[in-house]
């Protein structure tokens, strides 16, 4: 499966350019986000960051696309339905499979004369399988040509109920993710670390999600002030935002209860994200039981865009960005079952808002440790959990207090500056790196 070519790219003396490659660098999910921190820390180490994927937000000089790398690419999407919920494929499903793996290979191998990056970093699309060609095609892509490879890996196959019926456990094997020796892995939290060596024998770097805690956020603009007027949430409302999502693992019927039994005509819930890749009927059941609860919801992704690249339509007023969002809540809530990292903990964090959020697993091994003071629940919404909420939203002092202290802890583990150190030592591992 091998693409026949008269030269061949070989590993870099030095590495001056790195191209992330993903499935989707474009809109506000977890991986597009941080792969925008990493490439901002980056560019400013002196790197020259470039950007390929199946859907992009923006077409320069810098990026690349590929559409068969979308997952959302109709060939792609079939093949993806059939390698899933059943033990066994046909044929045909291969040869698909084998079809598809060699146009992408032959994609990224054009991207590398184009672009000619000296290091590819791997945005999780060698970690969970969400596109099984792409990751089969940027494997052998890899083993071909010896070119380094940082895999940044935020969520793996054995963390998905979805993957767990296989008809490709081969490749899964193969590629998700692989192992090879110009590649290095990063997870971004401790128990991938540990279930990456225990599963496959891998090591690999921690390094957390992190935000620009260096720089305060910036003072709201005009378009900010209109945000409440435009989604119809009064001035003396409690905006109460779930900024995720919808979901299952987000468990935003928590939230929704919570704002029932706050009790107060003021408590308005708003979510910022729409579906996503995992269909409607989440947010089907989350309207029906907040109208059963008699909680007033507000679905807001069609008035999102992300913050990053710029395009006209990001500066309509019409439209918002999430830190206008942050800007005007009065308390976050993030009761996620599941979370590889949790950019919205951070998030809240960042903006100084108080947040209300499960015990999930990563929050009690790689955040709670740390000291931060979060309204916390166990699974369920206890009392106590709605006595706290109550009083960060009616106590200025309190919450001021749970804010600040949370704000200079973040900036202590998950700053930018962390995440500069950490990016560093890992790029001076490759043989050749400037340091």
């Known amino acids: 499966m091998s693409v026949s070519r008269t030269e061949r790219p070989t590993a870099p003396a030095t590495v001056r350019r790195i191209a992330f490659i993903a499935t989707r660098l474009a809109g506000t999910d977890g991986v597009t986000l941080e792969t925008r921190k990493w490439a901002t820390v980056l560019g400013k180490l002196g790197y020259e960051c470039l950007l390929v994927a199946g859907e992009l937000e923006a077409h320069t000089g810098r990026t690349h696309r590929i559409k068969e790398a979308a997952f959302t690419h109709p060939d792609v999407a079939k093949i993806q339905r059939e390698c899933f919920g ?3 494929r046909s044929r045909g499903l ?21 672009l000619k990056p000296d290091l590819w970093i791997a945005e999780n699309c060698l970690a969970i399988p969400m596109h099984v060609p792409l990751g089969l095609a940027l494997t052998e892509f890899l083993a071909e040509t010896g070119l380094p490879c940082i895999a940044h890996h935020h969520d793996f196959v054995w963390e998905r ?40 024998g891998i090591s690999s770097t921690l390094i957390p999600n992190v935000m620009d805690f260096e720089q305060r ?9 209109t ?15 779930q900024p995720t999502r919808v979901v299952p693992r987000k468990q935003i019927e928590h939230a929704v209860e919570l704002v029932r039994r706050l009790n107060d005509p003021r408590a308005r819930l708003v979510i910022t994200h729409s579906t996503g890749d995992e269909g409607d009927e989440y947010a089907r059941y989350i309207k029906n039981f907040a109208r059963m609860l008699g909680v007033p919801v507000k679905f807001i992704h069609k008035q999102m865009r992300p913050e990053w690249p710029a395009s006209p339509a990001r500066r309509r007023k019409t439209f918002y960005e999430i830190a206008d969002a942050y800007a005007c809540a009065d308390l976050v809530t993030y009761p996620s079952g599941y979370e590889g990292f949790g950019n919205a903990f951070l998030e809240a964090i960042y903006y100084r808002r108080p947040i209300v959020c499960n015990r999930y697993s990563i929050y009690q091994t ?11 629940m166990d699974g369920f919404v206890r009392e106590d959990t709605v006595l706290e909420a109550r009083r960060a939203l009616e106590d200025q002092r309190y919450r001021r207090e749970m804010v600040e202290h949370n704000y200079q802890l973040s900036r202590q583990f998950f700053s930018y500056s962390v995440l500069k150190s950490k990016l560093h030592a890992l790029l001076t591992e490759f043989a050749g790196v400037r340091r």
């Open 161 to 200: 109920e979805r993957f767990a019926s296989s008809a490709v456990s081969d490749y899964l094997h193969a590629a998700f993710p692989p192992k090879l020796p110009s590649i290095k892995h990063v997870v971004i939290n401790s128990v991938a670390e540990s279930q990456l060596s225990y599963r496959l």
């Open 227 to 241: 945000f409440r007027r435009d989604i119809g949430v009064r001035d003396d409302d409690w905006l109460i935002l």
């Open 86 to 88: 059943r033990s066994t």
């Open 94 to 114: 291969s040869k698909r499979i084998d079809e598809s793996l060699l146009r992408i290979k032959g994609q990224i191998y054009r991207c590398q004369d184009k």
């Open 217 to 225: 956020p910036p003072k709201p603009s005009p378009r900010t002030k």
């Open 366 to 376: 790689d955040i709670e440790p740390k000291g931060f003071k979060a309204i916390t």
